[in-house]
């Protein structure tokens, strides 16, 4: 049975349940990361240099890096779904995956450190650049959502899986936002498949 490592409220072991979820997959999860520990552990280490969650063991063959694995994942077990088939429609489900890690992400995660998980930890200044930089970020995807109904196209792909938590975290933390009713069709569009409020309803911690 593949197995996980990485704690519920990981935005980034968030995608990979998410996947596992919808693509029906069984496997066992161990909590690692923050108040579990285990990362740092000469055992975990050796399948994960860089001390971070998520890592999966899928009989015996070792991954980390999340968007990685949700790609693996959809691509054995989700050809023609999760993983499209065809070379454009996958290119523009990968574009929304890596555009998650590179262009979303930092910004939203400095945000949310600074209102959540260490308040006012982040000088001012910088803070309001990254919100700034993080509300930019959330009008081109308000923008891409008015083209089509998903991040892939005409289907749920594995870019929803990535894009969901990230989406989820931005809508529930405490400041204002403008209305983005794109943004919100898609998100409560993610919200009624039936894995998605088990992985994504959890409290911001």
């Keep these: ?4 490592w990485g704690r519920t409220n990981s935005l980034n072991v968030q995608k990979v349940l998410f996947c596992l ?3 029906g997959l069984p496997y066992e999860r161990v909590d ?35 968007n990685v694995i949700v790609r693996y994942l959809a691509a054995k077990h989700g050809a023609g779904a999760l993983w499209p088939v065809d070379p454009r429609a996958r290119a523009q489900a990968d574009r929304w995956m890596d555009w998650q890690q590179t262009s979303h992400n930092p910004m939203l ?18 803070f309001n650049d990254a919100c ?13 959502l008015a083209r089509s109904p998903w991040l892939g196209g005409d289907q749920f792909t594995m ?17 204002e936002r403008k209305e983005r009713p794109q943004v ?9 498949r039936p894995v998605a409020k088990n992985i994504l309803l959890l409290p911001l911690t």
């Design 1 to 4: 049975m593949l197995k996980l």
């Design 21 to 23: 979820g919808e693509l």
């Design 32 to 66: 690692a990361g923050m108040q579990f520990g285990v990362v740092k552990s000469a055992e975990y280490m050796a399948m994960n240099p860089n001390s971070v969650v998520p890592t999966i063991d899928d009989d015996g063959f070792v991954l980390w890096e999340s």
């Design 109 to 126: 995660t400095k945000v949310f450190w600074n209102l959540v998980r260490q308040p006012g930890g982040v000088p001012q200044d910088e």
């Design 132 to 144: 700034a930089k993080v509300e930019r970020a959330m009008d081109i995807l308000e923008e891409a």
């Design 159 to 175: 870019a929803e899986c990535v894009m969901a938590p990230g989406v989820h975290r931005y809508l529930h933390l405490p400041m």
């Design 184 to 192: 919100t069709r898609w998100y409560e569009a993610v919200l009624q």
